[in-house]
């Protein structure tokens, strides 16, 4: 069974290798690479190649990147010498999503609600706009995180399935959407048919914990029925951490993470049935 876990199930920084390894011995075939994944970090050729190695090394595939919208390299900024250098940044990681084989690089939007709201739309639809082209070269989509599903929208009337898709985050997405009654499983369920990635773990509904699934109070099923029925066409990818879990040692931690994911696959495969 083809299951993917989080790069940075224990720190998205420092070197990944001994946590690359780990995750292939606990039976995964795939990773969600997420180190970096909010620094100004930039990959050089040395390092991209080996990661590469690793990876072959390990027997590992690569699900989907999570990009950096950066601290002062923002694709986002209102400051265009940093807007510009935020590009430059996901650049990076569209060309390294490319290099390791996979075809979907996730990003978080970068538009806040404040008085500037409009000049940075129009930033970001800048840079959305310079990166097309970059991306398309290297058959890389851009799946936006699931945050506020108005702006998801927005995003998704500017820009076609074979560029912009959605990433949905089940922890994120843990509660009502907008404030009011409409939870982010109606919403997503709306946008299914935009669905190229997926970020799966649990909480309480009161934080982002990134807990193992099942362990809280995720509808589960109602997901599993979503995706069964959406555009995502991939496997079951985990975003969680052994940090909330009180798990101690990493091998029983990624052994819990596989049982959960394995669960939660032929779950979608029942639906889909």
């Known amino acids: 069974m083809k299951l993917s876990m989080t790069s940075d199930y224990v720190t998205s920084q420092d070197c990944p290798e001994p946590y690359l390894r780990r995750i292939a011995e606990a039976g995964f075939t795939h990773i969600h690479w997420c180190h970096q994944w909010h620094t100004d970090f930039l ?33 986002g900024s209102l400051r265009e010498y940093e807007r510009q250098a935020g590009v430059d940044l996901v650049r990076n990681r569209i060309d390294m999503t490319a290099r390791l084989g996979s075809d979907v690089v996730i990003m978080h939007v970068p538009v806040a609600g404040t008085a500037t709201a409009e000049r940075g739309w129009e930033a970001f639809l800048r840079s959305l706009d310079e990166l097309k082209p970059f991306a398309r070269e290297r058959g890389v989509r851009i799946a936006i995180e699931n945050g506020d599903f108005d702006v998801l929208e927005r995003v998704f009337g500017a820009y076609g399935p074979d560029y ?73 990818s985990m975003e969680a951490v052994i940090h909330n879990t009180g798990i101690k040692e990493e091998t029983v931690f990624l052994h819990k993470a596989y049982e959960t994911g394995r669960q939660f696959a032929d779950m979608i495969a029942k639906k889909k049935a």
């Not at 690793?54 to 950096?68: C, R």
């Open 43 to 75: 990959y050089n050729d040395s390092e991209i190649a080996q990661i590469a190695a690793w990876m072959k090394e390990f027997g590992l595939g690569l699900t989907d990147l999570h990009a950096s919208a950066g601290k002062e390299k923002n694709w």
């Open 164 to 236: 912009m898709g959605l990433c949905y985050d089940s922890g994120h997405g843990n509660g009502r959407a907008d404030g009011g009654e409409t939870t982010s499983l109606d919403r997503l369920s709306r946008l299914k048919d935009r669905l190229i990635s997926l970020h799966l773990h649990d909480n309480d509904g009161a934080s982002d914990q990134h807990k193992l699934l099942f362990s809280g109070t995720v509808d589960w099923p109602r997901l599993a029925g979503i995706i069964a029925t959406s555009s995502y066409s991939k496997w079951v």
